[in-house]
């Protein structure tokens, strides 16, 4: 059975910190996929990143980054000198290579910047 | 337009009223997904078209719910003699391909309300 933990309900950050949201999943199938999408205020699903199972190497973007490790089957992400727009929930989220494909959610992580 | 969109953005339904939610997806997308999300958690999958073919609706909760995509693009879901559980967002979704191998396009939700 496939699954998702965000164990992170929220977090608050003064600007200007580096915050980490954390992400644990689980699932049988070798071949996956996992997400990391924002949903601000406005309610739109914000997609960020995509990572394969066979792709460990971390990944850079601007002021976010993402470290996938398949020895603890965590991808885990890291926004750098976090500013107020920032502020959102951030979900991850698994698809298992077959099936429908469809999207497994985390809970969610309530990010805070405090200016 | 270039996104997905749904409509209507906000629904109030009394109790035991019908309900019929619209989709739009990007134009060209094969794959479409229906989500649920109640307050305060991630969306939760509830049925899957790729084309007109609705190839997984294991995620729709009761035979009260019903999802259509005649022609292969615009999807209605409906729910029928609406229960108070009902309320929630719901989440439109499309994707070029396959979706584990590329990203979901979310539209904005319908906030469904039912009193």
């Known amino acids: 059975a496939q699954k998702v933990t965000q164990a992170q309900t929220e977090i608050s950050v003064v600007e200007k910190e580096d915050v980490t949201l954390d992400c644990v999943y689980e699932?049988?199938?070798?071949?996956?996929?996992l997400f990391w999408y924002k949903q601000p205020p406005s309610g739109e699903l914000v997609f960020l990143i995509r990572?394969?199972?066979?792709?460990?190497q971390n990944e850079i973007s601007g002021r976010y980054s993402w470290n996938f490790q398949k020895s603890t089957s965590s991808f885990n992400f890291t926004i750098t000198a976090s500013q107020v727009v920032d502020s959102a929930v951030y979900f991850c989220?698994?698809?298992?290579?077959?099936?429908?494909?469809?999207?497994?959610f985390g809970t969610g992580t309530r990010l805070t910047v405090i200016p | 337009g270039a996104g997905v969109s749904q409509s209507p953005r906000y629904k109030v339904a009394k109790r035991g009223q019908d309900v019929a939610l619209r989709c739009d997806p990007i134009?060209?997308?094969?794959?479409l997904f229906w989500y649920q999300q109640a307050l305060g958690q991630g969306p939760e999958f509830l049925t899957y078209?790729?084309?007109?073919?609705?190839?997984?609706k294991s995620g729709l909760p009761s035979d009260r719910f019903f999802a259509e995509r005649p022609e292969g693009s615009v999807s209605t879901l409906k729910i029928q003699r609406t229960q108070q559980e009902d309320s929630a967002v719901y989440l439109c979704?499309?994707?070029?391909?396959?979706?584990?191998?590329?990203?979901?396009?979310f539209g904005p939700g319908t906030r469904l309300t039912v009193l």
């Open positions: 979704a499309s994707s070029s391909r396959l979706a584990g191998y590329n990203e979901q396009f």
């Open positions: 699932t049988r199938d070798t071949t996956y996929y």
């Open positions: 990572r394969n199972s066979f792709d460990e």
């Open positions: 989220a698994l698809s298992e290579g077959t099936g429908a494909n469809n999207l497994f």
């Open positions: 134009s060209g997308h094969v794959s």
């Open positions: 078209f790729q084309n007109e073919a609705q190839l997984d």
